[in-house]
């Protein structure tokens, strides 16, 4: 499996630009509860390939998956991997980095 880690600086600036799509893979409550502003949810207990197939084709950014801490961003990453996707960029220190950076959340 291919693993791409991705620090902070490089999600943000790719979400300033424009580049990036994070994919939070969080259960919803979590995400609800507060999440890397411009960031989708996907929750990893009802991952669905194909949906994320096809956000990932429509949106067309470049797709870094997204957790609290950058397990289950590497566990969603090795599902899509097997569903034949094409996904191997992951935020490292996930939603708990940005917070604790002082980042702002939505």
């Known amino acids: ?3 791409v880690d991705l620090d902070r600086e490089t999600v943000k600036q ?10 939070d893979v969080r259960e919803s409550h979590e995400y609800e509860a507060g999440h890397i502003p411009g960031s989708v949810s996907h929750p990893l207990s009802d991952f669905d390939s ?7 084709r429509t949106d067309g950014r470049r797709p870094v998956l997204s957790c609290a801490a950058g ?8 599902v ?4 034949g996707l094409d996904l ?13 950076a002082g980042e702002d959340i939505a």
């Open 50 to 56: 194909a949906a994320l197939a096809e956000l990932v």
């Open 80 to 83: 899509a991997q097997r569903a």
């Open 71 to 78: 397990v289950r961003s590497v566990q969603a990453m090795a």
């Open 1 to 3: 499996m291919k693993v």
């Open 14 to 23: 790719g979400l300033a630009d424009g580049s990036i799509l994070v994919i």
């Open 88 to 100: 191997s960029e992951h935020y490292r220190g996930g939603f708990k980095d940005w917070y604790s």
